[in-house]
Nanobody
Framework: QVQLMESGGGSVQAGGSLRLSCVAS?????MGWFRQAPGQRREGVAI????????HYADSVRDRFTISHDNAENTLYLQMNRLKPEDTAMYYC??????????????????????WGPGTQVTVSS
C-alpha cells in the first residue's frame, strides 16, 4: 500500500523560494506534484517516472520549478523558485501509473494518479 506525506509548504513573498518534500512508502513507478487553488480544478505541476527518469512540467512552472527524487530516501522533491502569487495553492504529492506508456498517456492529468498525500499549503504574497 502506497503512503505519501508532504512537507515544506509555507508563506513567502513573490520572488522567493520553497522546497517541498514528499516521503513515500510502497511500490511506486511514477510520481507527481499537483496543486489546487480555491475554486479551481486540481492541476498537474510536474511529474516523473522513476525508472525511465522521464520528467514533464506544466508550462506555467517550467524554468522555475524542479522535480527530483531521491531513491535512497524514497522522497520526492519540488524546488520552487521565483514564486508568483498565482502559485498559491494546496500542493499534493501523488503516485501514478506503473507502466511508462500509461505514465505518458496520463501526462499531467491527476485522474490516473491513485494515491495522494494530504497536501501542504503554499501561499505567495505580492
Amino acid at each position: 500500500q502506497v503512503q505519501l506525506m508532504e512537507s515544506g509548504g509555507g508563506s513567502v513573498q513573490a520572488g522567493g523560494s520553497l522546497r517541498l518534500s514528499c516521503v513515500a512508502s510502497g511500490s511506486i513507478a511514477s510520481m507527481g506534484w499537483f496543486r489546487q487553488a480555491p475554486g479551481q480544478r486540481r492541476e498537474g505541476v510536474a511529474i516523473i517516472h522513476l525508472r525511465a527518469r522521464s520528467i514533464h512540467y506544466a508550462d506555467s512552472v517550467r524554468d522555475r520549478f524542479t522535480i527530483s527524487h531521491d531513491n535512497a530516501e524514497n522522497t520526492l522533491y519540488l524546488q520552487m523558485n521565483r514564486l508568483k502569487p498565482e502559485d498559491t495553492a494546496m500542493y499534493y504529492c501523488a503516485a501514478g501509473p506503473q507502466s511508462y506508456s500509461d505514465y505518458v498517456l496520463a501526462y499531467l492529468s491527476p485522474d490516473k494518479y491513485t494515491s495522494w498525500g494530504p497536501g501542504t499549503q503554499v501561499t505567495v504574497s505580492s
